[in-house]
């Protein structure tokens, strides 16, 4: 008869079997993967601690040594060098060498003019005495001959905060402001006109070139001194009562613009210059009374023909 085996009495449960998770973190909170990367290292071998803080100093070296030597190299490439130098005071001797000629040329110009001048008035003085008369009549309405007299001055300014805005142009006297000026005085009676020393004429140009405003191509700075030969207290009444005095009343009151107005007891204005001859033709009735011409055209031959051409 065969003996039958029982089953031996199986262990008992742990209390705490349901908490394995939480008792292996507790006895390995080590991952074991960062374990085998220690032991790894260990055979390696690692650089100690001071090592590597000889290695950050010498970074820190390496970065101080490249930012100086780039400060340097800006330095250096910034400083002018010789040739550099040398193009810059060729250029400024040239400058310098063409403002001279220009005034020499300029003070010639004016001996020439004065000695034609001289010289056309005798001529005329003993050929034609009416003539003369009658040019230095009109010469003076020209603006060619200079003129003395009272008058009235107007002094235009810039404002004073054009200096903290100096790109907002309305803060500055401009040409048109200028241009409106010189009108409203012509129409007030003014006999004569000058800006700065330069007079204005009927041919007269007022124009602007940067911050500069050009009279007849020569640049003019504040302050703008407008010289008017003429009775001063009509002229500053009409000037007040016309839209030139209420366009200088608005530069003053809205934009700041400094207005001066004076009364002159002597003016003293430059003439412009002879006249540069552009055209000329010498009227019929000249050419007749010279006895140049006949009063009465030929018969058969038009009163105009035109030019180069056979008349039939």
Known sequence: MAQRHTPATAPPRAVDESMTLLNELQRRPLDPGYAEA?????????????????????????????????????????????????????????VRERKDQVQQLS?????????????????????????????????????????????????????????????????????????????????AGAEAISINGQRVDGTTAIRSAGSAVLVDLVPL?????????????????????????????????????????????RLQLPGSGAAALVAASVPDDALVAAGLADATPAAGVPESAPDNKEVP
Do not use: C
Request: aromatic share 2%.
């Open 38 to 94: 220690a032991a790894r290292r260990a055979v390696r071998g690692t650089p100690p601690r001071g090592r590597r803080g000889a290695s950050w100093a010498l970074v820190l070296v390496v970065s101080a040594a490249l930012g100086v030597g780039v400060a340097a190299a800006a330095t250096v490439l910034r400083r002018p060098t010789a040739d550099d130098r040398q193009a810059r005071q060729l250029l400024e001797t040239q």
């Open 107 to 187: 003070a010639a110009n004016a001996a020439l003019a004065a000695q034609v001048s001289t010289l056309q008035q005798s001529a005329l003085s003993s050929a034609d005495p009416a003539l003369l008369a009658t040019t230095q009549r009109w010469s003076i309405a020209a603006g060619t001959a200079p003129v003395m007299g009272p008058g009235l001055r107007i002094v235009l300014t810039d404002a004073q905060a054009a200096a903290a805005d100096p790109e907002n142009l309305d803060l500055r006297v401009q040409d048109v402001d200028l241009q409106v000026l010189v009108n409203g005085l012509w129409a």
């Open 221 to 265: 700075v504040e302050p703008y001194t407008v010289d008017a030969i003429g009775n001063a207290a009509a002229l500053q009444t009409k000037l007040a009562l016309s839209s030139a005095g209420q366009h200088i009343a608005t530069l003053r009151a809205t934009y700041g613009i400094g207005v001066t107005i004076s009364s002159q007891t």
